[in-house]
Each structure stands twice: as structure tokens, then as C-alpha cells.
């Protein structure tokens, strides 16, 4: 959500060759006041991708978009867990068994609790850090300890998920978010893509500033 595009074809050049994973915002208008993306725009994109793509449900309703994003193509579907817990047993099992991976994002204000009875199960933890919907938020700094929480258990248990952050992940939060345990950084406007219109030069300004911050001798 955070490209221009009307420059998507050539960001998406630069990002198959330089990131992970494509983080793709899928927002009803209903679960956060915003529209973004979807499964058509999945399948738009899908055929120039080099790289998984990262869905993320912002829905009143992810059970009901499922089937479309695993069409599209996702690699990780990560629904809301305040959206899924009524269901979330037979949702993960849909994801799971249809070949892509089992993330949830946790809003800032949701406690870890909410998803221990099938953390487990997780490929991928997406923390909010800030509250979901729109770009360019403040950093809510209260995530910091769910997220030291969920890698001590990964750590304690064995657990394979990933931890990522989602939200105002820039020089200024890099540093105690990688001490916390963050393993996967979503960036977005305030990270990369304000930093220079040419998305190479701004992905180069990014690797400086996150190495100065997390590796400074590097």
C-alpha cells in the first residue's frame, strides 16, 4: 500500500531483486477505515513476482477471503487474531492445508495470551506497532514486550514462527526492535519508500540506516 502505483512495475523489479517478501495490505473498509488492496491486485502482480507475498487481512471477516488469497497466490496469510478466535483452529488448518504458511497479527493493545493456545501452530507472528489501517503512525512502544514475550517462548519451546513488525519500522525504531527480537521488518513509507523516488537509492539509505542502528561497526 505504501508504493506508487503508478510506478509499480519498475519498484517491483527493485524489490524482487533486493527484498524477502512483498507485504500486501488487504483492508474492507470495515475491520480498519481504509480500502487497499486485494486478490485481483494479487493476481495482477503475481506473474512479475520473483518473491512470496506476505497477505495481511485487515477484514471484519477473513474466512470469507481465504480461498481468494490462497488463489492469488500467497506464500504467508496472516488475519487478525481479534478477528479469528472463534474460528481459529479450522482457519489455520484451511491455510496450512492448502500449502501456504499460518501467520495471525496481534493489534498493539492485544496481549500474547490471546493467541497461546495455537502459537504453536504458527509459521509467522505479525506484531502491529501501531494501530492498524493507515500509514505513517507513531510507534506504540508497549508492543516491545509482547514481542520479547513471544521470542522467549520461541526460544523456551522450540517454536518455529517468525516474529515481524509491522508499522513506523524506520532508523529511528530498527535498533530496539531487533532487540527485542524482531526477525522480519516491514517498511514501508516512513522506511523506504520517502526516502528517495528512486527506489534502488532508497533501499540503499534504508541498509545504511539499519546497519548504523542494529550493526554500527558493519
Not at 76 to 102: L, Q, V, W
Not at 133 to 149: C, H, N, S, T
Not at 160 to 188: M, P, Q
Request: charged share 20%.
Amino acid at each position: 500500500m505504501c508504493m506508487s502505483l503508478m510506478d509499480i512495475q519498475n519498484q517491483i523489479k527493485v524489490l524482487n531483486e533486493r527484498a524477502d517478501m512483498v507485504h500486501i495490505d488487504i483492508m474492507d473498509g470495515h475491520y480498519v477505515k481504509n480500502i487497499t488492496l486485494s486478490p485481483f491486485f494479487m493476481e495482477q502482480i503475481r506473474g512479475h513476482l520473483k518473491i512470496p507475498m506476505d497477505v495481511h487481512l485487515m477484514v471484519e471477516k477473513p474466512s470469507e477471503l481465504l480461498q481468494a488469497v490462497i488463489d492469488a497466490g500467497a506464500t504467508y496469510i496472516s488475519p487478525h487474531a481479534e478477528t479469528i478466535n472463534s474460528e481459529a483452529f479450522r482457519i489455520i488448518d484451511k491455510i496450512k492445508s492448502s500449502g501456504c504458511k499460518a501467520s495471525v497479527a496481534i493489534n498493539p493493545s492485544t496481549p500474547l495470551s490471546q493467541i497461546q493456545h495455537y502459537i504453536h501452530h504458527l509459521d509467522k507472528i505479525t506484531f502491529m506497532s501501531v494501530d492498524p489501517g493507515f500509514a505513517g503512525q507513531k510507534f506504540i512502544p508497549e508492543v516491545l514486550d509482547k514481542i520479547r514475550e513471544a521470542k522467549a517462548l520461541k526460544e523456551k519451546h522450540g517454536y518455529n514462527y517468525l516474529i515481524e513488525i509491522d508499522g513506523s519500522c524506520n532508523e529511528r525504531t530498527y535498533k530496539i526492535l531487533e532487540a527485542a527480537g524482531v526477525e522480519v521488518f516491514i517498511v514501508g513509507t516512513s522506511g523506504l519508500f520517502n526516502l528517495d523516488s528512486d527506489l534502488n537509492a532508497a533501499w540503499d539509505k534504508m541498509m545504511g540506516h539499519f546497519h548504523a542502528q542494529v550493526n554500527p561497526k558493519a
